[in-house]
């Protein structure tokens, strides 16, 4: 069961969802996604199977009362994960440079206007 979730079901889901659904909320135009898939999707699947295979040896070895509270601390740890490639997801490598840029040119505007 572990192992189809995570050759099956994660590749799935991160390719149809969570990488597309980050890069358009990041405003990257809709043919970056097909880029994003292919630069992000191995890397999520490494970090999912780090994080996921221990968490899943260690939820089903506790007792049952303690399962869901487990089960929910390593779901954080895990979103903070997610939540990190989600911010990476249709950045241009010049991004930065522009944000600082972007923000020189508004406080220069701010005290020249």
């Known amino acids: 069961l572990i192992l189809m979730e995570q050759f099956v079901a994660c590749p799935?889901?991160?390719?149809?969802?969570?990488?597309?659904?980050a890069t358009v909320l990041n405003r990257a135009p809709l043919d970056r996604i097909p880029y994003e898939?292919?630069?992000?999707?191995?890397?999520?699947?490494?970090?999912?199977?780090?994080?996921?295979t221990v968490a899943n040896f260690l939820i089903y070895?506790?007792?049952?009362?303690?399962?869901?509270?487990?089960s929910n601390v390593i779901d954080i740890f895990w979103q903070?994960?997610?939540?990190?490639?989600a911010a990476d997801c249709g950045k241009n490598p010049d991004d930065e440079t522009y944000?600082?840029?972007?923000?020189?040119?508004v406080t220069a505007t701010g005290i020249n206007g």
């Open 37 to 52: 898939i292919e630069h992000k999707l191995s890397e999520m699947l490494i970090a999912n199977a780090k994080v996921w």
């Open 61 to 70: 070895n506790v007792p049952v009362q303690y399962r869901v509270g487990i």
């Open 12 to 21: 799935i889901l991160f390719a149809l969802w969570e990488i597309p659904a």
């Open 80 to 85: 903070s994960i997610v939540s990190n490639f």
């Open 99 to 105: 944000l600082v840029e972007g923000i020189a040119f």
